[in-house]
Nanobody, 126 residues
Framework: QVQLVESGGGLVQAGGSLRLSCAASGRTFTNSAMGWFRQAPGKEREFVAAINRSGGGTYYADSVKGRFTISRDNGKNTMYLQMNSLKIEDTAVYYC???????????????????WGKGTQVTVSS
């Protein structure tokens, strides 16, 4: 079992920055690929970024590429999402997700993840 807890969300003006954190319980963090997803009101949950077990492989949605950076600290069982140049359309609840894997690959489909946090709200104002 893996428990995930997101933090770091809040209200920020357009053009600003936020850093989200996802703290994971259990000893399986290093065996897990991780990802960030988001869900805006009235919309489906969508992929944002993913990172492999070691942190050496990452993948981003086109909408955030160049503005967001995903990273992880396996010593602290924590994953991060640094969000810069925030736009109003980045407003959403952000979720972290995890799945066990024996390989150093990334996963971008929602259905590939078995563990989810409860989310943290990010609101970008004009």
């Amino acid at each position: 079992q893996v428990q995930l807890v997101e933090s770091g969300g809040g209200l920020v003006q357009a053009g600003g920055s936020l850093r989200l954190s996802c703290a994971a319980s259990g000893r399986t963090f290093t065996n897990s690929a991780m990802g960030w997803f988001r869900q805006a009101p009235g919309k489906e949950r969508e992929f944002v970024a993913a990172i492999n077990r070691s942190g050496g492989g990452t993948y981003y949605a086109d909408s955030v590429k160049g503005r967001f950076t995903i990273s992880r600290d396996n010593g602290k069982n924590t994953m991060y999402l640094q969000m810069n140049s925030l736009k109003i359309e980045d407003t959403a609840v952000y979720y972290c997700a995890a799945r066990f894997t024996a390989y150093g690959v990334v996963f971008s489909n929602l259905s590939e993840y078995g563990y989810w946090g409860k989310g943290t709200q990010v609101t970008v104002s004009s």
